[in-house]
């Protein structure tokens, strides 16, 4: 058993809010794991490594500098210790971070050091594509986000206008163009595709709001947790349930 709550999906499905908001409630650590395939590519616009050269990606791996520092709300996410969290934000960044994130040697560098992090740092959220699937396969609970295109276009979109990704200015049909474009990207690659694991819980974002998906993932987890004892040991801390009675909030 992995002591780790796997939340996958494609772009804009609310990862990211869910994962955040579901580890400060828990009061556990998060990671973002969308973040090292960004700072991947964003360092290697940087310096200026050709991702046509997979060799030359593989072997400059080892020198990119990639730190994260992780916290409940968030993450930092370092390059020879300067922190890009606000720079690997740009959708130039997500049109090459999942260029990246096809390469081989990129995938298996990032999913060992997922997997050291979640080793090191349980119990831990993770968000990103392959989790339940392929990174941590024996994670305690997995859900898989889903939502339309035009409406995780939508929400990309918003978040933008925010001001929070830290983006230029792109037009709706723009972003939906590009989240399409992505979803195929990161469907089909060959190497542990954006897919639910068999064993995931799919839940369909569309019609709901932030707080509604954090409340029924709690919910799931206290009702599994309730009926497996060897979930129930484990996570009665974070989730307080009742020792006898299992979820102390059915309602
Ligand atoms: O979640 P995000 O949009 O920040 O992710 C950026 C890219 O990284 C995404 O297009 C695909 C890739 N990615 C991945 O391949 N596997 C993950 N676990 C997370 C992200």
Same mark, same amino acid.
């Given at each position: ?41 964003? +360092? $290697?616009? /940087? ?6 050269? #997979? ?6 791996? @080892?020198? =990119? ?101 830290? +983006? $230029?200015? /792109? ?6 163009? #590009? ?6 990207? @990161?469907? =089909? ?63």
């Amino acid at each position: 058993m992995t002591r780790a709550i796997a939340l996958d999906g494609l772009s804009g499905a609310g990862k990211s809010t869910i994962a955040k908001a579901l580890a400060n409630t828990l009061g556990i650590n998060y990671l973002d794991t969308g973040a090292m395939y960004r700072a991947l590519a964003y +360092a $290697a616009k /940087q310096e200026k490594i050709s991702l046509d050269e #997979e060799d030359l990606v593989a072997s400059w791996l @080892d020198h =990119s500098g990639l730190e994260l520092v992780l916290a409940r709300t968030g993450q930092k996410t370092l390059l020879h210790g300067v922190d890009v969290s606000t720079q690997i934000r740009s959708p130039e960044m997500s049109r090459l971070s999942s260029a990246i994130s096809a390469l081989p040697s990129v995938r298996h560098y990032c999913v060992e050091m997922q997997r050291q992090l979640a080793d090191q740092q349980m119990p831990l959220v993770l968000d990103g594509r392959d989790i339940g699937s392929y990174v941590l396969p024996r994670a305690d609970f997995k859900f898989y986000l889903e939502a339309t295109a035009a409406e995780r276009a939508r929400r990309r979109w918003q978040q933008m206008q925010d001001g929070s990704q830290g +983006a $230029a200015a /792109q037009s709706y049909d723009q972003v939906l163009a #590009e989240i399409i474009k992505r979803d195929l990207n @990161d469907s =089909s690659r060959e190497l542990a595709p954006a897919i639910a694991a068999p064993d995931a819980i799919v839940i369909d974002t569309t019609e709901l709001s932030a707080a509604e998906v954090l409340q029924r993932i709690l919910q799931l987890m206290r009702v599994r947790a309730a009926e497996n004892p060897a979930l129930g040991d484990f996570w009665r801390q974070y989730l307080v349930l009742d020792p006898v009675c299992g979820a102390e909030d059915k309602g």
